[in-house]
């Protein structure tokens, strides 16, 4: 019975394909600076954080009505995590 589909392939062991490799990565076309990366993930952290505030904008007057002081102390959390936010953003950059 011969068996459609398959095709023979002779002995191969785990990582031959990368035998003649010698690590670099110019031979493929990578050759991206990590401005890029930089670049990109500071556009989407300002753009996250003029979400939040937009958020905080539209939510402030409801919390305000709830209780006088709630704004301020939510206010206080707010920047708190943003501040933790940017802080580990600026870690991973310096890294």
Known sequence: MH??????????????E???????LEEQGFDERCGLFVGIASMGMAL??????????LILPRLTQLEP??????????VGVLGLI??????????
């Open 3 to 16: 068996e459609q589909g398959r095709h023979s392939v002779g002995d191969r062991k785990l990582g031959d």
């Open 18 to 24: 990368w035998q003649d490799w010698e690590g670099g």
């Open 48 to 57: 996250g954080l003029a979400g939040i505030a937009a958020l905080w904008y």
């Open 69 to 78: 002081r709630l704004p301020m102390v939510a206010g206080r959390i707010f």
């Open 86 to 95: 940017v802080l580990y953003f600026g870690l991973i950059v310096g890294s």
